[in-house]
């Protein structure tokens, strides 16, 4: 499995332990920054890095009694450290710590869905040159269309993917934002190089104008780039989905030794792994939703998004891990038929293939709008089980008048539908690699 390791991972990042250690080793560095200054001596600096710990127990247990998360952690750490403690904090607010951490929490998140972005990118990849030249029926409004070829979806959904992929990585660097300003975000009892050197040593950058937090347009940009991926991938899903109806039957997910499809019918083989993700994305664009109703705070700020934050932090992107893995396995497991894939196409008996007849015409001099009236009167022939397509055009003299039994046999060759294909896979994989290369930059 694709990323199997990653929920764990994701699941890290959010844990109590992960995010006491980041408030620490941001306070810690504060103190190296007011040590530089002079405002921390360096036996304090020292006993402060060699002391300085938490006990979450102990910090719950305050916690109860403060009504403050920050004040409780800061309690808790100084029971370890003793009166040296008093330079911990020093200038601080409380959303100094908060979106600083949570800053680090994000960042660390988006790296591990760039990881299955990458991912998901290169089993499409795969399958989209496995069946480059898999012919299918293409559909407009659900209705067969003309031909495509089952490569071309999948290459497809791989530029969509790969757009997803700058997105991600935007998403990053636009969270990958701290502060430590103070209260209102003035500097008014901290300077500015202890910022400067906390938020350097962690490699974040420094929000240049803030109130008492980070701006919240950075969030709601990042949960709303996981909601585009989650939809994304629900468009794959649905497609899945389409394919596997009875009717149609062109792809398949796979369906392992033991499973059950119904409770009540042993013949049933449903798309669940694929209606799971067309759900799940749901639920992250309501994340995308809440995100940016944080944006508007009171003032300088107020507390109404940090429990909005504590919700679906953790949430949209252990939810968005899940989603990419489950889709990658998917697609690299879907089952596909090329030969139900043929049968579609001839299910209306050659129909599908009335825009080569109707140019055949324009180009022996007709009008388009003649031409077309006189393909369109046999098509509707076929919809009413009249004959197939290719007989009742050779059966009508307008169109055998113009138009040899060689000329309409070619309009039924599938092969021209597909001549440009290369064309396509090159603009997907094949220049970009190269001008990649020419920079000097690994494709992904």
């Known amino acids: 499995m694709i990323g199997r390791y990653t929920r764990e991972e994701m699941a890290r990042i959010w844990e109590p332990e992960t995010r006491f250690r980041n408030w620490l080793a941001i306070e810690i560095l504060a103190c190296e920054a007011w040590n530089i200054l002079g405002k921390v001596p360096a036996r304090a600096l020292k006993n402060i890095k060699k002391k300085a710990r938490f006990d979450i127990k102990k910090i719950d247990e305050i916690e109860r009694t403060v009504k403050h998360d920050v004040i409780a952690f800061l309690t808790s750490v100084a029971e370890f450290v003793g ?150 991938i629900e468009k794959f899903a649905v497609e899945i989905r389409h394919l596997q109806r009875t009717e149609v039957l062109e792809a398949e997910e796979p369906f392992t030794a033991g499973q059950k499809g119904s409770s009540a019918m042993p013949h049933k083989r449903n798309p669940v792994l694929s209606e799971n993700l067309t759900g799940l994305a749901r639920l992250l664009r309501g994340y995308a939703v809440s995100a940016m109703e944080d944006i508007a705070l009171w003032h300088e700020r107020d507390i109404s998004h940090s429990s909005v934050e504590r919700v679906i932090g953790p ?50 001099g007709f009008t388009r709008e003649d031409a077309y009236a006189l393909i369109q009167k046999n098509a509707m022939k076929v919809w009413e089980g009249k004959g197939d397509f290719r007989t009742l055009l050779l059966n009508d003299e307008r169109v055998t008048k113009y138009l040899t039994p060689e000329e309409i046999d070619s309009c039924f060759d599938v092969r021209p539908y597909l001549k440009n294909v290369d064309y396509i896979f090159r603009r997907a994989f094949g220049k970009e690699r190269r001008s990649k290369a020419k920079k000097g930059r690994v494709a992904r």
């Open 83 to 232: 009166p040296d403690s008093r330079y911990i904090h020093m200038g601080l607010t409380s959303s100094d710590v908060l979106d600083t951490a949570l800053a680090m929490q994000l960042r660390e998140a988006a790296t591990l869905i760039i990881g299955d972005i990458s991912a998901m990118i290169e089993v499409l990849e795969k399958k989209a040159k496995e069946h480059k030249y898999t012919a299918m029926m293409g559909r407009s409004h659900g209705i067969h269309a003309e031909p495509t070829t089952f490569g071309l979806k999948m290459a497809l959904w791989h530029e969509e993917m790969k757009r997803n992929l700058v997105r991600m990585e935007r998403a990053r660097d636009a969270i990958s934002c701290g502060k430590l300003s103070g209260a209102v975000g003035t500097f008014s009892s901290i300077d500015p190089f202890v910022e400067e050197y906390v938020l350097g040593r962690l490699g974040l950058k420094p929000e240049k104008v803030a109130t008492q937090v980070v701006q919240r347009d950075r969030h709601a940009e990042y949960f709303s780039t996981l909601a585009i991926v989650a939809s994304s």
């Open 315 to 364: 949430d949209a992107t252990i939810l968005m891990d899940f989603m990419l893995v489950r889709a990658s396995d998917l697609i690299r497991d879907l089952v596909v038929y090329p030969e139900n894939m043929r049968a579609n196409m001839d299910r209306l008996k050659g129909a599908v293939f009335s825009q080569k007849a109707l140019l055949r015409l324009v180009e022996k």
